[in-house]
Structure formats: structure tokens, C-alpha cells
């Protein structure tokens, strides 16, 4: 008897401790950032970090599914003469590699030409604002009260013209119905909104 109660205490300490543990790692998840200037920029932040900083895309989403957070896909490459790209996702805080992709670009042309970087041109930091702007015109404009991100996207035209880049975001009302659509340029000027 003597024996069971120090190890019976010993395993409650240590199950407190993984669960603090496991609360206080996942409050900075990528999984669980905001739809925010400020937790898109953490998602911009964690690209950074797994693919540097100079990494090019040619898709870049961003999902939220309210069973376990945000997923982030996109389509990468750190060398974009090699003309091979990798698709990746973060789920969950893991990232997996869904495929290798070959790309062709026009002869007499840089594979750079037609893709992106996050930066300054694109932010995702300004992504995360507009999803907020977003959010707040349907509270004021549609009177409703809690919606809620199903996609962020940095749309980048196959052609590379970077200047027909957009970001678009989709909202919906917290228990699902509508799909509310907005188009954004570079600069922040809502293009369209349609539901």
C-alpha cells in the first residue's frame, strides 16, 4: 500500500505536466492562428521558417476546418530554374509533401517569371486584414454575427502577369450555409464580392 500512493501522485504530476505542456505549445500552432493580420503573418512566419525566405510559390491556401484548425497548402520550390516544385501541406502542425511537380515555362523565359514571393508585394499579414475586413462587412452589411474563414488565397495568374494578382477570401456563417466570395488586389481595393 505504502508503495502505490507516491507512484499514484508521481503519475498525476506527470500527467499535469504533459498537459500543460501539450496547452501552452499549442496556443502559437500555426493550426490555431486567427484569421488576422497578425496570425497570418505567424503562418507567413512558419513558410519562412520550412522553406526560407527566398522560397517562390505558384499556389498558396489556406483552409480552416473548425474540427482541427487551419491547413495550409502550397505549391514551392527554393530554386525555381530547376523547374521542380513540391506540394505540401501543414496540417495539424505537421507537414507532408503530397507530390513533386514539373513544371514547362515558355522558351526564353525565367521559371521565376511566373511565380511569387511572400514579402512585400505579398503579404500575408495584409491577407489576414482583408479577412478581417471581410468578416467585419458582413457584420455591418448582412447582420451577421459570427463568420467565419473557409479559404484564404493568393491567386497568381498561370501567365505571370503580376499584375492580376489577387488574394480571395471565402466566408461562411459559423454553422455553414452561404459561401461569401471576395476579390482583393494587391493593395487592398475589394474587386468583387459575390455570394
Known sequence: MKNKAPKTISLIKLLALLLLMQLTSCGNSTQNQPATAEGFQNIENELKDQFGKD????????????????IIGVTVTEDPESLKMGQWNLTQ???QQNSDITIEVPS?????DFMFQIGEAISLSKLGGLVEKSIQKLKDEKNLENPILSTARVYFPDNGDASKAEYFVNLQPENGGTTFRFRYGLNGDLIKMNY
Open 108 to 112: 526564353g523565359t525565367k521559371a521565376s
Open 93 to 95: 502542425d505537421t507537414w
Open 55 to 70: 522560397a517562390f510559390y505558384t499556389d498558396l491556401t489556406v483552409t480552416y476546418n473548425q474540427s482541427i484548425g487551419n
